[in-house]
T-cell receptor, first 111, second 111 residues
Framework: KAGVTQTPRYLIKTRGQQVTLSCSPI?????VSWYQQTPGQGLQFLFE???????NKGNFPGRFSGRQFSNSRSEMNVSTLELGDSALYLC??????????FGQGTRLTVV | KQEVTQIPAALSVPEGENLVLNCSFT??????LQWFRQDPGKGLTSLLL?????REQTSGRLNASLDKSSGRSTLYIAASQPGDSATYLC??????????FGTGTRLTVIP
């Protein structure tokens, strides 16, 4: 069974640009969550999608948004990038409120 | 808001030693508690999941316990090996697929 796939693995963007990250969950998993990991703040919850609907949202500015498609794949978008957005972005999928499985992450560097 | 603390922040042990990692959380209304392993620059690997109705879970050399009343979980690693060197993270889920992570314990096992 394939795991959670995140693309791309690495990204370098310039301040002010926008970026879109993609996450393909494990087959059959309908819940996809996104997290930001930085050395200073650790792992922080961004948002969760279930059946194309955002169910939960963390404490991040509106520049961070996401969506989920009918095949459960999810995308995360960050607009007007800031230097502080440099982080490892992790996606997790789960089968309902149970064990979460994470992808390898997308390393975003904003210069 | 759920807050998760992990002690110690770093731990260095000789190969073969048994060790305990600690995790404490403030909100006892957690749905489950999950332990993860993270290698540098990589995603999270799920190690053990303990449902709120359970007291412990075991997988190979790993044993995790959960005491909701005291807000604590421990991860016991038996006969540590150099390959166990990684950062270990605990995370509590509060019903929805929204994990609150601790800051992690960086483990080094010395050959």
């Amino acid at each position: 069974k394939a795991g959670v796939t995140q693309t791309p693995r690495y990204l370098i963007k310039t301040r002010g640009q926008q970026v879109t990250l993609s996450c393909s969950p494990i087959s059959g998993h309908r819940s996809v969550s996104w997290y930001q990991q930085t050395p200073g703040q650790g792992l922080q919850f961004l948002f969760e999608y279930f059946s194309e609907t955002q169910r939960n949202k963390g404490n991040f500015p509106g520049r961070f948004s996401g969506r989920q498609f009918s095949n459960s794949r999810s995308e995360m978008n960050v607009s007007t990038l800031e230097l502080g957005d440099s982080a490892l972005y992790l996606c997790a999928s789960s089968l309902g409120p149970a064990e979460a499985f994470f992808g390898q992450g997308t390393r975003l560097t904003v210069v | 808001k759920q807050e998760v603390t992990q002690i110690p922040a770093a731990l260095s042990v000789p190969e073969g030693e048994n060790l305990v990692l600690n995790c404490s959380f403030t909100d006892s209304a957690i749905y489950n508690l999950q332990w993860f392993r993270q290698d540098p620059g990589k995603g999270l690997t799920s190690l053990l999941l303990i449902q709120s109705s359970q007291r412990e879970q075991t997988s190979g050399r790993l044993n995790a316990s959960l005491d909701k009343s005291s807000g604590r979980s421990t991860l016991y690693i038996a006969a540590s090996q150099p390959g166990d060197s990684a950062t270990y993270l605990c995370a509590g889920a509060t019903g929805a697929n929204n994990l609150f992570f601790g800051t992690g314990t960086r483990l080094t096992v010395i050959p």
